[in-house]
């Protein structure tokens, strides 16, 4: 029976075998380390390196900028000492011209008189306005009787129930025509005068804030005259009519047979609206010298 033994060729393969091995244990280990990733830099560090670099970068081209700018004279030039001389000497020897001084003295005086003119008004409105003064009577003496030279007067009949803006916006306008706003009676019956002194007051006044007796009020008759509306049938306000005459007399003084209007015209509209219409019904005479003071103003 045959015996196996070992080869001599045995031992050095298991050398070589575990040479091998051990190689490529250390090839492992180095390609691990190599592959093995770097710690990397903190974020806000990249942020310093970027905006330190933006930084650099912007310098750069301002630097770039400014030597490529063309530079210019720090200094005045220096003149001779003769252009310096005749030029100094031209400022002190120039010719005086009195027309003009005299047009700025001119233009000076005016506007100081102006200024004062006017700071005295607003002095004297204020005043008044706080109760201060009395009111104008020259224009409240104007405001007891209308304008009668021409003829017609303007007459607006109007109602309290109507919108006090309205009210005021007519005031404002019958002011330019001397025309007279008439009122069939008297808010909260004839026994009670109060209510139509507040409301007179309100209408007439020229700054709707103020209040007192030294307030500034418009130059316009309002008149309570139930006559005045029955003899031209008026039921309907706002109606308008240009009524010969004195509007303005007392009506127990007058009768049916006192003088009345051509025409009366109903409706809220404008005074040179309402003229006009006026003007198309056949009374343009009537009107023509009441259209011509409204234009004017």
């Known amino acids: 029976m045959p015996i196996c033994r070992p080869s001599a060729t045995e031992p050095r393969r298991a050398a070589a075998l575990l040479a091998l091995g051990l190689a490529i244990s250390c090839a492992t280990t180095a390609a691990a380390q190599e592959i093995a990733p770097t710690p990397s830099a903190p974020p806000q560090n990249k942020v310093q390196q970027q905006g330190d670099a933006a930084m650099e970068r912007l310098n750069g081209a301002v630097s770039?900028?400014?030597?490529?700018?063309?530079?210019?004279?720090?200094?005045?030039?220096?003149?001779?000492?003769?252009?310096?001389?005749?030029?100094?000497?031209?400022?002190?020897?120039?010719?005086?011209?009195?027309?003009?001084?005299?047009r700025a003295r001119t233009a000076l005086d005016a506007g100081k008189d102006a200024f004062a003119a006017q700071r005295d008004a607003m002095a004297k409105r204020l005043r008044q306005a706080l109760g201060l003064d009395a009111p104008d009577m020259d224009a409240v003496a104007k405001a007891t009787a209308p304008d009668v030279v021409h003829g017609w007067v303007p007459v607006l009949f109007v109602s309290s129930s109507m919108p006090f803006a309205t009210l005021r916006t007519y005031a404002g306008q019958l002011e330019k025509v001397g025309g007279v706003m008439a009122f069939r009676g008297?808010?909260?019956?004839?026994?009670?005068?109060?209510?139509?002194?507040?409301?007179?007051?309100?209408?007439?006044?020229?700054?709707?804030?103020?209040?007192?007796?030294?307030?500034?009020?418009?130059?316009?008759?309002?008149?309570?005259?139930?006559?005045?509306?029955?003899?031209?049938?008026?039921?309907?306000?706002?109606?308008?009519?240009?009524?010969?005459?004195?509007?303005?007399?007392?009506?127990?003084?007058?009768?049916?047979?006192?003088?009345?209007?051509?025409?009366?015209?109903?409706?809220d509209a404008a005074l040179s609206g309402l003229f006009e219409e006026y003007a198309r019904l056949g009374a343009s005479k009537e009107v023509r010298d009441a259209q011509t003071r409204l234009e004017r103003r």
């Open 186 to 267: 008297m808010p909260g019956g004839l026994t009670r005068v109060g209510p139509m002194a507040k409301l007179s007051a309100e209408i007439l006044r020229l700054d709707p804030g103020c209040e007192g007796p030294a307030c500034a009020m418009r130059n316009v008759q309002l008149i309570v005259d139930p006559l005045v509306f029955r003899q031209h049938g008026v039921n309907v306000a706002p109606a308008f009519a240009m009524i010969p005459g004195d509007p303005t007399q007392p009506y127990c003084e007058r009768d049916e047979t006192s003088p009345q209007a051509s025409h009366v015209i109903y409706g």
């Open 64 to 102: 770039r900028q400014k030597a490529q700018r063309p530079a210019g004279p720090s200094t005045l030039p220096e003149l001779p000492e003769a252009e310096r001389r005749r030029a100094f000497e031209g400022l002190r020897d120039r010719s005086p011209s009195p027309a003009m001084e005299t």
